[in-house]
Antibody, heavy 116, light 110 residues
Framework: QVQMVESGGGVVQPGGSLRLSCVTS????????MHWVRQAPGKGLEWVAL????????SYADSVKGRFTISRDNSKNTLFLQMNSLRDDDTAVYYC?????????WGQGTLVTVSS | QSALTQPASVSGSPGQSIAISCAGT?????????VAWYQQHPGKAPKLVIY???KRPSGVPDRFSGSKSVNTASLTISGLQAEDEADYYC??????????FGGGTKLTVL
């Protein structure tokens, strides 16, 4: 069964940094595009970033461009999200998700809280 | 980047059918056959229920169906069941390797 487990969330001050990880198993990681999707408390889903299966051509939502960096290590079946210059409105549960034009599988999410 | 437009809430009685709309533009919903729908129960991760506008993943009941007309997609749930009560989100590819979600619809089974 496909598994995706996020970690690295926590409480950080505005302007701070965090690095999220998503460890995957039970599927051929290096053949799937991977995404980060977030959900602010009580709000809807927001697509954040894409990394292609071959670790090329990252893409970002305008709201995080220049502050967040998506990467992956195909040898370790792991997806990452480096988040810098964090703002209050980055507070959310961050999910990793698998897929090309849709998100077929999701992790359970990790909560990031930006607060002073 | 504006979100797709969904009604905030819909409701129906067990056994009835409901439809949730997802309005976009020719740059997203209308421009690609890449609309998907997700079901999210409280405190849980989203679950894919429809992809590529009309296709159902394995394990999703055939009570769930999708359609699209011009710039608006729709999710229809027939034979409503109590366990269908959840939040539902549409998504669409938007070109340039970006995606957009709808604001979400809360389905209440009366």
């Amino acid at each position: 069964q496909v598994q995706m487990v996020e970690s690295g969330g926590g409480v950080v001050q505005p302007g701070g940094s965090l690095r999220l990880s998503c460890v995957t198993s039970a599927f051929t990681f290096n053949t799937y595009d991977m995404h980060w999707v977030r959900q602010a408390p009580g709000k809807g889903l927001e697509w954040v970033a894409l990394m292609r299966y071959d670790a090329t051509r990252p893409s970002y939502a305008d709201s995080v461009k220049g502050r967040f960096t998506i990467s992956r290590d195909n040898s370790k079946n792991t997806l990452f999200l480096q988040m810098n210059s964090l703002r209050d409105d980055d507070t959310a549960v961050y999910y990793c998700a698998r897929g090309t034009h849709f998100f077929s599988s999701w992790g359970q999410g990790t909560l990031v809280t930006v607060s002073s | 980047q504006s979100a797709l437009t969904q009604p905030a809430s819909v409701s129906g009685s067990p056994g009835q059918s409901i439809a949730i709309s997802c309005a976009g533009t020719s740059s997203d919903v209308g421009g690609y056959d890449s609309v998907a729908w997700y079901q999210q129960h409280p405190g849980k991760a989203p679950k894919l229920v429809i992809y590529d506008v009309t296709k159902r993943p394995s394990g999703v009941p055939d009570r769930f169906s999708g359609s699209k007309s011009v710039n608006t997609a729709s999710l229809t749930i027939s034979g409503l069941q109590a366990e269908d009560e959840a939040d539902y989100y549409c998504s669409s590819f938007r070109g340039s390797s970006t995606w957009v979600f709808g604001g979400g619809t809360k389905l209440t089974v009366l």
